[in-house]
């Protein structure tokens, strides 16, 4: 197992790193289980129980079920001009966490821990069908491979002269706040997913309007109503 020795001292901090990884990874997967949910809950027959409609859409991916969510969500109700905002935006939040998701949970972690550095994990993701490898050099090591793409700076933009390999570091703030950006959306979206396909605890006289509005290009809970119902009390 090839593996970046650690010191004795460094384990405690290198064990806040794992740490914060494996909550964004929970925490990603509670929110699709909130939109998972609210659909075979939506779909689930009278007298069948849950379990029908969880089988049907249990494995599906991410993306899938992201699309399928909103798509219930548009198609049972008519939504006003500032709700499509709402949606819109909320998806696109929830597609983009996906592909942050996939690089977190797909990517190659290493964890650094220096005594003269502040923690930090570093992800490299390859990506073969994006971007370009403009010279193959000899393998210099995990470390030094490592050292040398902080330096070069790799551009991140899709681009005709984007690497297909990228690495981005974090610190354990910077996880724990990734982590806190997904929590809020899964609450967005567990709210919305109520209102919007029912089961929402304080009526169908809910729309989405009187709980979420747009403040320039962000979702906020400052809806007319949102401040009177406290969701999931």
Known sequence: MLAVPESEGQSSRNDDAYRAIGRYVVTFSQMVYFMRDAMARR?????????LPQLAIGEAPARQLSDSFFSMCSALNTFDEDE????????????????????????????FDREDQPLRATLV???????????????PGVQAAL????????????????????????GIADLDALTDRVEDLANFVSEFGSIALGGYPYGHHIRVRHIFVMKGKRVVREGPSAEHIEFGS
């Open 43 to 51: 779909l689930m027959k009278p007298g069948d129980g849950i379990q």
């Open 84 to 111: 499509i905002r709402v949606a819109k935006a909320l998806r696109l939040l929830i597609n983009e966490e996906i592909n942050t998701r996939n690089d977190i949970a797909h990517g190659d972690w290493w964890i």
């Open 147 to 170: 050292e040398q793409d902080e330096k070069a700076a790799l551009k991140k933009d899709g681009g005709q002269g984007s690497s297909p390999r990228t690495v981005e570091y974090y």
């Open 125 to 139: 993701r390859l990506k073969p069908g994006r971007g370009i490898l403009r010279k193959l050099e000899p393998w």
